[in-house]
């Protein structure tokens, strides 16, 4: 089984202010943020860097003095070819001069100034394509609306934040737990979204056996994940986002009995040796190096099981780089149950 430990990436790198302590907090946070943002698509040669009221640069778009945020900032350096360290050392009015010297003034593809209120928050090409923070979370509560975030970590973090540059919420059935001998597994999943180009949007699934006070995920099994940039299109992510968490609702409701069973027989299901059990992983594709690797790791159980096959296929999953072949290899491991199932 895996140990997933994006939650705990997150909590670490969260300001207080970053952090909500209930999911209608954050939703509401959301659509309003999404309320008082606004695209403005403006030409290149009509970006006029001036000093804002406290002396640090700023953008005149002709009705407007508009202020940057860190990121926005970082993004107008990148796109005059800038360094940030360099012009945070300069007086408001140099800075500004060497922003209208290395600004683009060519061209006539406009750019995307996404503002709130009266400042940047983050400035894109054409094909960048926003996905709002409360369109994604608005799915979540309307098909997952009895999911909420897990017990809060040993700092205050709660696995529900948003920031300027994105959002992450962290979710799981409490009620949903599923005793097995001395084992208990709880659906549960992560979605993430940026609204400034920070990061995909996306969505990870699982079963757990474990959430410790750090927000690690421990022994997780049946893990589905998906993303997309925010290219054209984006917005045909809410319906897979949708489709997966229904995937792992309606397995919830339908495993509240079944599931207890599959996993016990997955366990009792004893495998004679270890050629036998490679024969099992070579019927879903299994082989090679991973599959040497998944015999030691389940031997060191005592036995060899379905389960014990199962685990050890998604530990190795879990160290993989690249998400596509986890994902390849967390489906494989989760048909072995069909193993059981059918014995």
């Given at each position: 089984m895996a140990t997933l430990t994006r939650a705990h990436r997150e909590l670490y790198r969260r300001g207080a202010d970053e952090i909500?302590?209930?999911?209608?907090?954050?939703?509401?946070?959301?659509?309003?943020?999404?309320?008082?943002?606004?695209?403005?698509?403006?030409?290149?040669?009509?970006?006029?860097?001036?000093?804002?009221?406290?002396?640090?640069?700023?953008?005149?778009?002709?009705?407007?003095?508009?202020?940057?945020?860190?990121?926005?900032?970082?993004?107008?350096?990148?796109?005059?070819?800038?360094?940030?360290?360099?012009?945070?050392?300069?007086?408001?009015?140099?800075?500004?001069?060497v922003l209208a010297e290395t600004l683009p003034i060519e061209g006539t593809k406009p750019y995307q100034v996404f503002a709130e209120d009266r400042g940047i928050r983050s400035l894109h090409g054409t094909a960048y394509t926003r996905l709002y923070n409360a369109d994604l979370l608005e799915t979540v509560r309307d098909c997952a609306g009895d999911f909420t975030p897990p017990q809060v970590a040993h700092n205050g973090g709660t696995g529900l934040y948003c920031g300027e540059q994105d959002m992450f919420a962290f979710m799981v059935d409490a009620a949903g737990w599923i005793e097995i001998g001395d084992q208990a597994f709880c659906p549960g999943f992560f979605v993430w979204?940026?609204?400034?180009?920070?990061?995909?949007?996306?969505?990870?699934?699982?079963?757990?056996?474990?959430?410790?006070?750090?927000?690690?995920?421990?022994?997780?099994t049946e893990v589905v994940e998906f993303s997309r940039k925010h290219t054209a299109k984006v917005g045909d992510a809410l319906g897979e986002v949708r489709g997966i968490i229904q995937s792992l609702v309606r397995k919830r409701d339908e495993r509240r009995d079944s599931f207890a069973k599959v996993i016990r027989k997955a366990m009792d299901k004893t495998i004679a040796d270890s050629d036998e059990a490679a024969a099992i992983l070579g019927r879903y594709d299994l082989r090679g190096k991973l599959v040497k690797d998944a015999l030691e790791l389940a031997q060191?159980?005592?036995?060899?099981?379905?389960?014990?096959?199962?685990?050890?296929?998604?530990?190795?999953?879990?160290?993989?780089?690249?998400?596509?072949?986890?994902?390849?290899?967390?489906?494989?491991?989760?048909?072995?149950?069909?193993?059981?199932?059918?014995?």
């Open positions: 909500f302590a209930t999911f209608p907090d954050l939703l509401v946070n959301c659509q309003e943020q999404r309320s008082r943002s606004t695209d403005r698509w403006q030409l290149p040669q009509t970006f006029k860097p001036r000093p804002g009221l406290d002396g640090r640069p700023a953008l005149d778009l002709g009705e407007d003095l508009l202020s940057f945020n860190d990121w926005s900032f970082g993004q107008i350096c990148n796109l005059a070819g800038v360094g940030k360290e360099t012009l945070n050392r300069l007086n408001g009015e140099t800075a500004c001069r979204n940026s609204e400034v180009g920070k990061r995909s949007v996306g969505v990870q699934t699982f079963w757990l056996q474990a959430i410790c006070q750090n927000h690690i995920v421990w022994d997780a060191q159980q005592g036995r060899f099981t379905i389960w014990s096959l199962v685990d050890a296929i998604t530990r190795l999953a879990g160290e993989m780089k690249w998400i596509g072949d986890r994902t390849d290899i967390d489906q494989k491991a989760s048909r072995l149950l069909e193993v059981a199932i059918a014995a």
